[in-house]
């Protein structure tokens, strides 16, 4: 999230398209209500009325994978009835820079943006990018008018997506659509703020980036970022999805959002200068600039005093993607399915059923040598050689089941959505044998480092150098000690040299107090970097930031700045310098994020002008101030919001594609059906059967989602095995409208078999008014949906049928390939 | 666990009723008293909900080792003491007869289970993760890579270079592990030589 839960109670009007929150992030709805309460309106999309939308002051069903035609419609509203904030788009985002004159759009080359390589589905981005003065920064017209600037290019693209084209595709009554564009584009007015609430409904699409980016680009031309009751908001799925992501848990980065090192990146200079943003205008603070610093402190913390200049740092120990190599979850498992993996952790996750195209999972599963699935519970990845239509002498795989403790049980932090890191205390001992994950780690490391520092083996080096100082006269793994390697320490004496004299920073052995004072030359060691401040020491005294419990409100916005601790640098709403004009007065006075004062002082330089608020991204003055004043966006080199993104893989501007599976012959805006950009498993020579995909075939008719009700937990490991959540909720079951049920002669509880090109499964019909057939294209459209919690292992007599991820197809986002679960194509009958 | 819940409640509630008649007291005043009994002497944990990305605050009460009750905790600022069916459930993990007690070993071409000593699956996941990394490490491998000609031009070729990779291991999870716990779990897998690493916020 850009904000965090509180503020969702500050907004004018929140829009929730792409997510759930009553049923999947139930608390969160208290402060949408407190919105309400407070005047708002709330505006939901969704194939589905779910319980937000029995909230809803306008609710609006849409058919699934079509979002960008129905956000793309918006767009188009808000510049033709000027509902934009024109100050803000003219000097905070990309809007104003020139485009190179080559780049053509789908507009003119039917679906495609320039560049397109059919044989490699891949653009060749070249004619992406800005123009250039001679100092090397983006040309710009600030009047907006130039034929080539970003925001004309921009009218031209959605010109196209008039409302009864969109109308056509999404299936959404066209007053409805005006209705809601209508609602949401007062959110433009700078005295007003619109949130957008958005989960997996987004992500798991094969145009899921290009989901996010539209409503990016809508927050943008409504100055909406950076503003309290704004932004855009990712409602994680998991309770700690976020801090696992910034402790990089993925194939691509390392914590703190660091790229992987890849091959022809030989060295640590190599890598830094790839990684290093330049930026020519002075006004830009290019928060990346400090790349070097930050890696440079993630090899000290993970190699310690074996890290030295000498040895560049320990980068060569540290393993190297091959170029191009994508080594994400697809990819992963279509290797395993090839026999490319001997062993596999399945660590806290159940992959047999919340793998897109589980049938394919559960085979690869079968080519392993051996598997080490460490869990709570049982369950079907750990089980997979017993499962149905399985027979377990055929299978090899040697399966080690770990049991680990649950979060009571041990100590450690979390974070939420928001960005809050909040430390959890340890309330008993692990139940029966079971350890916590820390402890199988340290139990695991540790036997892996002896064997090889005892019988060698091949390059040991960052086995035997790994810092793993984290026992204590009581504890053989203590998380605190984690914790604080995390946060980073100060290996020398460290001053800042830019002062006359050159001030000290921090003394030897002592935490870091934040991430500005690390160093790119090894004197300060940080395990994320993202995460320094978390746990550091003020005035010699230790302090673990995420364990406050301060109830202190200063803004009146929930802000609560002395409860636990948020990323970055304890700021509660990120890209907050938007949400004032340029002489630092905010555009909405009614709920100022951050303020200036140009008369208080500084209490670091004793010099007159200081924000007020909350923390500011970067403390330079505001933008208007002669010489200092500094752009707003400080991650982006420009230092501007990104409206021309030439940085996708699947064009700079949002494009309506259909999903891989669809109702539709053609796409309604153009001859490309599907994203152009998308990696296809099948269909080509050497193609799987498992990954077979049929779109608009008579055989799958309806368009059907997955989603998760309020009692179960995605896999439902967490929750099949609690009693009173099995009870409530205790089986599959799919929803279908009364007209469906009606053509199909199915009653509501019958049993029902749901098929895709992939597999089946059995499931309860439940026949409901929450969804209705669509018009799309002048057809009828049917959806329906099912929930993914369920698997044959609990309860163990299978009346909780198995997991609708057999349905689901082998193909992912252009961009980030996560897989597309919410819009593929099944048939249902009564069983 | 055979009870179901709705057993329970029935269960409970004519215990309540009976109790009731007793003592002079309402069902109502029954159930508080009962309540308070269950967490009187109780020690209080600070915890926040293990299942959805709210971050809602829960206070766990224990006695002799054992979670006797769990509930919303109302000075968190985000959930202010509610909690939703799955938070309120939390206590039902804990003390669960179906939770994992013990390591737990398939063999190949197995059809059970059997219970194994910590110390024995421990050393033999060392073992497979050593013997599988020593011959499936990956000193160098080849790369495309763009070269610039001495036309001042960009040629593809194809070269050598080092990776320093485990080809043969891959992972995946876990978002429900905690902050530190996901850090030195990336460390430690990265340092074995591990690239295929990936979890829930890929899905």
């Not at chain 1, 001859?671 to 020579?685: D, M, S, T």
């Amino acid at each position: 999230m850009t904000n965090h839960w509180i503020d969702l109670k500050n907004a004018d009007v929140v829009l929730v398209m792409g997510g759930n929150p009553a049923e999947n992030h139930p608390i969160s709805m208290k402060w949408i209500i407190k919105a309400k309460e407070q005047g708002a309106k709330l505006i939901v999309v969704d194939p589905r009325f779910t319980r937000t939308a029995a909230k809803a002051d306008i609710y609006a069903a849409i058919r699934s994978g079509t979002d960008i035609a129905f956000l793309g419609g918006m767009i188009k509203y808000i510049l033709d009835n000027n509902l934009y904030h024109r100050g803000y788009v003219a000097n905070y985002t990309n809007a104003s820079f020139l485009v190179n004159p080559e780049f053509k759009g789908p507009g003119q080359l039917n679906g495609l943006f320039s560049g397109y390589d059919p044989k490699t589905r891949k653009y060749d981005k070249k004619t992406w990018s800005f123009q250039m003065d001679e100092n090397g920064v983006p040309k710009k017209d600030l009047t907006l008018k130039d034929p080539n600037c970003v925001f004309q290019l921009l009218r031209k693209h959605y010109s196209r997506y008039t409302i009864d084209t969109v109308s056509s595709i999404t299936g959404t009554p066209e007053e409805k659509l005006i209705e809601i564009y209508k609602m949401y584009g007062s959110t433009g007015r700078p005295d007003r703020a619109g949130t957008e609430c958005y989960a997996m409904g987004w992500t798991q699409h094969t145009v899921g980036t290009q989901n996010i980016r539209a409503m990016a680009i809508i927050q943008l031309l409504l100055g909406n970022v950076g503003m309290a009751g704004g932004g855009v908001n990712a409602l994680r799925g998991e309770s700690n999805v976020q801090g696992s992501t910034d402790h990089g848990l993925l194939f691509h980065i390392l914590p703190g959002y660091l790229p992987v090192p890849s091959a022809s990146l030989v060295d640590l200079n190599a890598y830094i200068e790839k990684y290093t943003p330049k930026a020519k205008d002075p006004r830009s603070v290019n928060w990346w600039s400090n790349r070097g610093k930050y890696i440079t402190s993630y090899l000290k913390a993970i190699f310690g005093k074996s890290a030295t200049k000498e040895n560049d740092f320990g980068y060569a120990w540290h393993p190297k993607l091959d170029e191009g190599m994508n080594a994400s979850w697809l990819n992963l498992f279509d290797q395993m399915y090839n026999g490319k993996f001997e062993g596999f952790f399945a660590w806290g996750q159940n992959p047999a059923c919340s793998g897109s195209n589980a049938g394919k999972v559960r085979k690869s599963l079968g080519k392993l040598k051996w598997m080490v699935n460490v869990n709570l519970f049982d369950n079907e990845t750990g089980s997979f050689w017993r499962g149905p239509g399985v027979n377990s002498a055929d299978i090899q795989t040697e399966v080690f089941m770990l049991p680990c403790a649950s979060s009571v049980e041990k100590e450690g932090s979390i974070t939420n959505s928001g960005r809050w890191a909040q430390w959890r205390y340890k309330a008993i001992e692990p139940i029966g044998q079971s350890k916590a994950d820390a402890e199988i780690i340290d139990e695991l490391q540790t036997r892996v480092r002896k064997l090889y520092q005892t019988a060698g083996g091949k390059f040991p080096a960052p086995i035997v150098n790994l810092t793993w100082n984290y026992k204590t006269a009581v504890k053989q793994i203590d998380t605190h000690e984690i914790a604080k390697e995390i946060n980073g320490y100060y290996l020398e004496d460290v001053f800042d040299t830019k002062a006359t004299p050159p001030k000290q920073l921090g003394k030897k052995g002592q935490l870091c107090a934040s991430f500005v004072h690390l160093q790119a030359d090894g004197t300060t060691s940080s395990g994320n970097w993202l995460y320094s401040q978390s746990y550091t020491q003020k005035e010699g005294k230790v302090i673990n930031m995420m364990a406050r419990r301060g109830k202190a409100d200063p803004t009146g916005l929930g802000m609560f700045p002395e409860w636990s601790w948020a990323w970055p640098v304890n700021r509660r709403i990120i890209y907050n310098r938007a949400s004032v004009d340029l002489n630092g007065s905010p555009w909405n006075p009614k709920r100022p994020v951050i303020t200036w004062d140009p008369v208080k002082l500084d209490k670091n330089t004793q010099k007159p002008g200081v924000w007020v608020g909350d923390v500011p991204d970067g403390p330079a003055p505001p933008m208007g101030t002669d010489g200092k004043g500094k752009y707003p966006f400080i991650m982006r080199a420009d230092g501007m919001g990104s409206i021309f993104g030439p940085g996708l893989a699947d064009g700079p501007f949002p494009e309506h594609y259909e999903a891989l599976e669809c109702p539709l012959q053609e796409n309604l805006l153009s001859k490309q059906r599907i994203n152009p950009a998308v990696k296809l498993f099948y269909g080509k020579e050497g193609s799987k059967e498992e990954d077979i995909f049929l779109s608009c075939d008579m055989r799958y008719p309806y368009v059907a989602s997955t989603y998760r009700v309020t009692e179960h937990w995605q896999t439902g490991v967490l929750s099949r095995h609690l009693p009173w959540l099995l009870e409530t909720v205790p089986q599959l079951f799919v929803e279908m409208s009364e007209e469906l049920g009606a053509e199909k002669g199915i009653k509501n509880g019958d049993k029902v078999v749901v098929k895709s090109a992939r597999g089946q499964v059995v499931a309860k019909a439940v026949v409901t008014k929450r969804l209705k057939p669509f018009k799309v294209a002048g057809s009828t459209v049917h959806q329906v949906g099912l929930p993914y919690h369920f698997g044959w292992q609990f309860p163990e007599d299978g009346s909780g049928g198995d997991s609708a991820n057999l349905l689901t197809p082998t193909i992912g986002d252009a961009n980030t390939m996560i897989p597309e679960t919410k819009a593929f194509m099944v048939s249902v009958e009564k069983g | 666990m055979s009870l179901s819940r709705r057993d329970f409640l029935k269960l409970s509630g004519g215990t309540a009723v009976a109790g009731a008649v007793g003592a002079g007291v309402t069902p109502e005043e029954a159930a508080a008293q009962d309540e308070e009994l269950r967490i009187k002497g109780a020690t209080e944990t600070k915890t926040i909900c293990p299942f959805c990305s709210v971050g809602c605050g829960i206070t766990v009460h224990t006695k002799d080792g054992k979670v006797v009750y769990s509930e919303g905790d109302s000075e968190h600022p985000i959930s202010e003491g509610t909690l939703c069916s799955k938070g309120a459930s939390l206590y039902q993990i804990i003390h669960n007869e179906t939770r994992l007690t013990k390591p737990r070993y398939r063999a190949p071409g197995a059809k059970e289970w059997k219970e194994v000593e910590w110390d024995w699956a421990l050393d033999e996941v060392a073992k497979r993760i050593k013997d599988t990394r020593d011959r499936t490490f990956k000193a160098t491998s080849k790369s495309k890579v763009k070269e610039k000609q001495p036309d001042g031009t960009e040629k593809d070729v194809e070269k050598e270079f080092v990776v320093n990779r485990t080809d043969g291991i891959a992972h995946v999870g876990s978002a429900a592990l905690d902050n530190e716990e996901c850090y030195i779990l990336q460390k430690w897998l990265r340092a074995l030589g591990l690239v295929y690493i990936e979890h829930q916020a890929r899905i």
